[in-house]
């Protein structure tokens, strides 16, 4: 531990410069001297600035919308130039998994994307991989490295006990998949849960949704991993209004916010939408006034000092770092 | 007929793609590849691949980085979906040229990186600021003169920044941010950000739309920066996902079919070239082939050596950064063209061109700085016409109007990239098609028979 060499380098790729930033800030250190740009061509280049040999190097590289192919090509470049140039170590810090929705094979000859993210990474050169509240946790076993699916449910916990210490609440999960990360909320809060069914005929499309649980008169917090074109959440969040909620807060980790989501989280009956800063949101929150945003990087710089310095992480599934 | 084989093509190129399919005599392979909202890729394959052979079409051009994962997720989507074997077909490989100079947007090489080493009160002794048990927390003055330099720098670079001069005159501050940074005990959690000296909007190397942040980009002092070459990421990448055999033109290096563990048939431009040579230039024989650099040599004389013609070789002259005063009429090599002063290179003819035709050939024109400036300089050293013969005319950036403003009076190109757009921009713009010889190598290769025949042409 007291050599000169294996110090944590945080390299980042140009998807999310501010929680890069931020998460440097935390750690105390600079980021790394790296840049990275597109020719005229439109391929990737990636120049790095100062040596790598025989450090601990962590690259965090997020998803940003429409450029989800041109990021993880980057992350790529970056693990593999970081591997060339003999680093002792290479995590990638991914905090919003792309294509971790393509994890299963529901039709014939359709592609587990996921899965081919998770073998490209470490074709690459990636040995470890710190994520966050992956789509599926089944993910992690995609890799044949470490994989350290951290979760925002303690920072969002904390969101709600300062926002809403005394309100009646109901937790819902919009979807029968999440119901597991809903009602683990629910549970920690202490409050009830309900739980909306949907039939979703296609990709991005919305059908029927039928609420279970009691709602009446509370404040409805939606909880989900990812807002994508947010078609599920305003749908879901009328659903619940019918159903007599005081008021619906939407809670996600991931704020993709693709599309229309703008427009549509603006003319719903959404009172808040709480995101992390896990995607960058650009000028969302300027034309969204219901976007409230938390900060997890805390949590992200945090788990990459536990890691640099060989710390159990698990004490961070359960608890936030003060922000 | 040409059975259990599916060829399925990507986003990139659908002309081609169809051209091939004609010549085999196939229908295209039924396939959805699209993109959902949030910009991943869609992909689905709608025929059956049980146990065929497929042979998946996708080219290098336009949004390079989906193409390629385009190609990616095809590959693996037949892989999984149980295909005995899975051909990538690319006719331009990506990132198979690397240059080793950062260009700019519009393709432009930047101004020279500085050669020497920034800071001349650097010594070995500077350590990363990073904390670790016996290294002071801060990356302040506590870290002696490295850490004070390394702040007059970004001071330097972000001079407009009114917040900065607070950066430098504040040390302290920064040793009390140090201290509530990583101290490993429970002491952390409570620890605020250090956010108090972080000026808002400091310099950072991630802002690719300041054009300006590049030129003043540089490495830690004692470290030479480099640029890292993807060529055997991109390779690795193809075969992870799960790819048996590459079929690619006119690769920029030869040595990238070694990048492989899986077999590559790189086939040629060249008889398609020399075609043109034999049958659209008038009296060729008369005329020059020309390479617009040393790296290109190879490929010239191949053509002059099989045409019986003559050689002519054009090659840049690097002087060294001190002779910024270099008088070219000093110089004891013949005619040389001072380019840019940016740039400190010169071009040297070596072989006559004088009241000559003068075909240049080269495998790809990017940015085509390279092939109009060779062009100049030959009708400047009296050359009647100018031809450029090219693989692949990738074309980007402002490529077109550089080349209509040329001296270049025949532009001459396959189309393993789209062309349809570079020509109705470019009058000078001639296409010929080369999808008969990936039909072919690609009857071939499902047939297992030999496709060297392919490669002979004399």
Known sequence: MGDMANEIKLLTGNSHPSLAKSVADRLGIEIAKTMSLNYSNQETSVTVGESVRDEDVFILQSTAPNNINDGLMELLIMIHACRTASARRITAVIPNFPYARQDKKDKSRAPISAKLIANMLQTAGCNHVITMDLHASQIQGFFNVPVDNLYAEPSVLRWIRENYPDQDIVIVSPDAGGAKRATSIADRLDRGFALIHKERPRPNVVGRMVLVGDVKDKVAILVDDMADTCGTLAKAAQTVKENGAAEVVAIVTHGILSGDAVNIINNSCLSKVVVTNTVPLGDKQERCKKLNVIDVSPTIAEAIRRTHNGESVSFLFHHAPAV | ?458
């Open chain 2, 1 to 458: 007929m040409v059975r259990n084989i599916v060829i399925l093509g990507g986003n990139s190129h659908p002309k081609l793609v169809e051209s091939i399919c004609n010549s085999l005599g196939l229908p295209q392979g039924d396939r959805v590849l699209s993109s959902f909202s949030v910009g991943e890729t869609r992909c689905e394959i709608k025929d059956s691949v049980r146990g065929k052979d497929v042979y998946i079409i996708q080219s290098g051009g336009g949004k390079v980085n989906d193409h390629f994962m385009d190609l990616c997720i095809m590959v693996s989507a037949c892989k999984t979906g149980s295909a005995k074997r899975v051909t990538a077909v690319l006719p331009l490989f990506p990132y198979s040229r690397q240059p080793d100079l950062p260009y700019n947007k519009t393709g432009a090489p930047l101004s020279k990186q500085p050669s020497t080493v920034p800071g001349s009160n650097y010594t070995f002794e500077s350590v990363p600021a990073t904390p670790a048990p016996g290294i002071p927390k801060s990356a302040g003055l506590a870290n002696g003169m490295d850490g004070l330099s390394k702040r007059l720098n970004r001071a330097q670079i972000s001079e407009n920044n009114i917040h900065s001069p607070s950066v430098i005159a504040s040390p302290a501050v920064n040793g009390t941010n140090g201290a509530n940074g990583v101290n490993g005990d429970d002491g952390y959690f409570k620890g605020a950000p250090s956010s108090v000296a972080r000026t808002p909007g400091a310099f950072t190397t991630h802002d690719y739309e300041k054009v300006n942040h590049f030129t003043s980009f540089q490495g830690k002092p004692g470290y030479k920066q480099w640029v890292a070459q993807a060529g055997t990421l991109v390779a690795d990448l193809l075969t992870c996902s799960g790819a048996d055999h590459i079929i690619t033109l006119d690769l920029h290096d030869p040595q990238y079919q070694g990048f492989f563990d899986i077999p590559v048939d790189n086939l040629y431009g060249r008889p398609l070239l020399q075609r043109y040579v034999q049958q659209n230039i008038p009296n060729f024989k008369d005329a020059v082939i020309v390479s617009p650099d040393a790296g290109g040599a190879k490929r010239a004389t191949a053509i002059a050596d099989s045409l019986n013609m003559e050689f002519a070789l054009i090659h840049k002259v690097k002087f060294p950064h001190s002779s910024r005063s270099f008088n070219p009429e000093t110089r004891q090599e013949r005619r040389p063209t001072k380019i840019t002063d940016r740039q400190n290179a010169t071009m040297m003819l070596v072989g006559d061109v004088a009241n000559r035709v003068c075909v240049l050939v080269d495998d790809l024109a990017d940015t085509s700085n390279t092939i109009t400036r060779a062009a100049k300089l030959l009708k400047k050293e009296g050359a009647t016409m100018v031809y450029a013969l090219l693989t692949h005319g990738v074309l980007s950036g402002d490529a077109i109007a550089r080349i209509n403003a040329s001296a270049i009076d025949k532009i001459v190109v396959t189309n393993s990239v789209p062309q349809e757009e570079h020509k109705r921009l470019c009058p000078k713009l001639e296409v010929l098609d080369i999808s008969p010889a990936f039909a072919e190598a690609i009857r071939r290769v499902h047939h297992g028979e030999s496709i060297s025949v392919l490669f002979q042409y004399d």
